[in-house]
Structure formats: structure tokens, C-alpha cells
């Protein structure tokens, strides 16, 4: 799209020519959408829980003040919607700080696979009281493989993507993380047997408050910005993380993450 055409004669000469200046703004009116869009979103998330609060709040100055079971639970559910205000707050912010570069991660050498097994057993109490089994397998990796990467990066990857495996995993199903080497990655798989995920929402799942369901994700907690939240973790990390689903059957995300070569120290001459 042209924008402006400008054309300055030099004194004396009659204009001889014109300069055409095109800029592309279709990334820019693209950002800007995508911020309008993450403005109301958010106002809306903060809106739901702040509107029960009120409700709740009004009506115990109305009449339930009074009668102590009412009471009680009326007071719970304020507790649990701030609860919810401060989890989607803390996750905003997060977001905010990643993108704008703020978030401050030191990528030293990290032994990769005892922070995965610590996310994973942080889990197991949570995984047991939903019936479900919750299996990690190293194979054959062990502690000397290293990454570029901070601990809290990797410890936020892999505490949502098995938070959301758990959460959208039925009674008697499986979680599993499976990790192994490729020649310049490690490759960590998280699977379940889950509800899955249509195949028209998968490519939008990374998406600012995407959710395939939103009432279901909401009664379970769900903000819908966490796996925005792993995309630009994994990203910054320069690794890359794909999805596969299907409906009914599970869902598996592949996270690879480049692996740190550090020299092996040189033998000394003798
Ligand atoms: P939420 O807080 O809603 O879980 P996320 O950003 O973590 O938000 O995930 C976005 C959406 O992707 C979820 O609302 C859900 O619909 C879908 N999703 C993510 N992980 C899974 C999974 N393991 N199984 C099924 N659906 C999933």
C-alpha cells in the first residue's frame, strides 16, 4: 500500500522525478489487533471473577449475614475467586515481562534431567488424588545432560504441561513424560489419555486465552495463557514445541531444547 509519495525538487530544477516510499503495515495493524484483542480479553477475565465477588458480597450485606452457613460459604467462594484474580494476575504478568524481554533468565549450563524429574514428582500428590498414573522415564539420560537454560524457565515449561496433562486426563488414565537425545536436542515428551484436542483448535492452543472450552477450563483453573507462557519460554530458549491430538484418545507435546556442548577437559600431556 502506498503511503506517500514525496518529491523534493532541487532549487532551480523542475521536479525531474518522485520518490515512492511503501511501508508494509500489515505486521504492525496485525500487533496492534493482537493488542486490542489481549486488552479486552483480559479486562473480561478480570471482570468474571470480580462480578462474583461483588454478588456474593452484596448479598451477605443484604440479608445472609446472619445465618451462619450461608455465611461460610459465601465467604469461600470470595476466597476462591481471589485465588483465581491472583493466579491469572501473577500469569499476566509473567506474560507481559516475557514479552517485553523484561523477564531476566541466566541460560548457564543446567543438568536437565533432575529439574524435569523435581517438576514431576511436585505432581505425583495431585496426579494420585485424580486417579491417574503419572510416569517419567529418563531412559537413558542422566544428569550430564546439560542445556542453555535457567531452572525456573524449565520448572514453568514443565509445571504447565503437566498441570494441563492432569487436568485434562479423566479417573484411570496416564500421564507420561518420556525424554531422549537427538544428535543437537534433548526431546522431552509430555502425553495423556486425555480428552484431547480438536484438530481445528490445535494450531490457536498457543494463543493468548485460547481455550477450547472455556467454562471447562475456568471450573478447572485454567487462565488459557499458560501455553503462551511455555511457547515464549521454550522460544527464548531457542528450542521448539510441537503438538499432536486426537479427541477422545490424548494428547502429546514435543518440547526439544539444544543441547550445551561444553568441551571435555583436554588430557594433560604427561
Ligand atoms: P488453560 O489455563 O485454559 O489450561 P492453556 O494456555 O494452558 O490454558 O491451554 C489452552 C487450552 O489448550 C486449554 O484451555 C485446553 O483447551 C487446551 N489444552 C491444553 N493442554 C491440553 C491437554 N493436555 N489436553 C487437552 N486440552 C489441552
Same mark, same amino acid.
Given at each position: 500500500r502506498v503511503l506517500?509519495?514525496?518529491g523534493t525538487p532541487l532549487p532551480g530544477h523542475p521536479p525531474s522525478g518522485a520518490v515512492l516510499v511503501f511501508h508494509d503495515v500489515t505486521d504492525l495493524r496485525r500487533l496492534e489487533r493482537m493488542r486490542q484483542d489481549f486488552v479486552?480479553?483480559?479486562s473480561h477475565e478480570l471482570k468474571t471473577p470480580l462480578a462474583s465477588i461483588k454478588?456474593?458480597?452484596e448479598t451477605l450485606l443484604d440479608w445472609a449475614l446472619n445465618d451462619d452457613a450461608v455465611n461460610r *460459604?459465601?465467604?469461600? *467462594?470470595?476466597?476462591?475467586?481471589?485465588?483465581?484474580?491472583n493466579v491469572l494476575i501473577l500469569d499476566m504478568l509473567s506474560l507481559a515481562r516475557l514479552e517485553s524481554s523484561q523477564a531476566f533468565f541466566e541460560h548457564g549450563p543446567l543438568s536437565l534431567i533432575p529439574v524435569i524429574e523435581r517438576c514431576v514428582e511436585a505432581h505425583r500428590d495431585r496426579a494420585a488424588a485424580g486417579g491417574l498414573a503419572l510416569v517419567f522415564d529418563a531412559g537413558s539420560l542422566d544428569g550430564d545432560v546439560l542445556i542453555l537454560a535457567d531452572e525456573e524457565a524449565i520448572r514453568q515449561i514443565f509445571d504447565n504441561l503437566i498441570d494441563n496433562a492432569i487436568k485434562y486426563t479423566a479417573e484411570d488414565g496416564e500421564v507420561k513424560l518420556v525424554?531422549?537425545?537427538?544428535?543437537?536436542?534433548v526431546v522431552v515428551e509430555v502425553s495423556d489419555t486425555g480428552?484431547?484436542?480438536?484438530?481445528?483448535d490445535l494450531p490457536r492452543i498457543f494463543e493468548r486465552f485460547y481455550r477450547v472450552d472455556k467454562a471447562r477450563s475456568r471450573e478447572l483453573g485454567g487462565t488459557g495463557l499458560g501455553l503462551a507462557i511455555v511457547k515464549h519460554l521454550v522460544s527464548s530458549l531457542r528450542g521448539q514445541i510441537t503438538v499432536t491430538s486426537r479427541p477422545g484418545v490424548g494428547t502429546r507435546f514435543t518440547v526439544q531444547l539444544p543441547r550445551a556442548f561444553v568441551p571435555a577437559p583436554r588430557a594433560l600431556d604427561a
Open positions: 506517500a509519495v514525496r479486552a480479553n483480559a454478588a456474593y458480597a *460459604r459465601f465467604l469461600e *467462594r470470595i476466597d476462591e475467586q481471589v485465588d483465581r484474580l525424554c531422549s537425545l537427538a544428535p543437537t536436542a480428552i484431547g484436542i480438536p484438530r481445528d
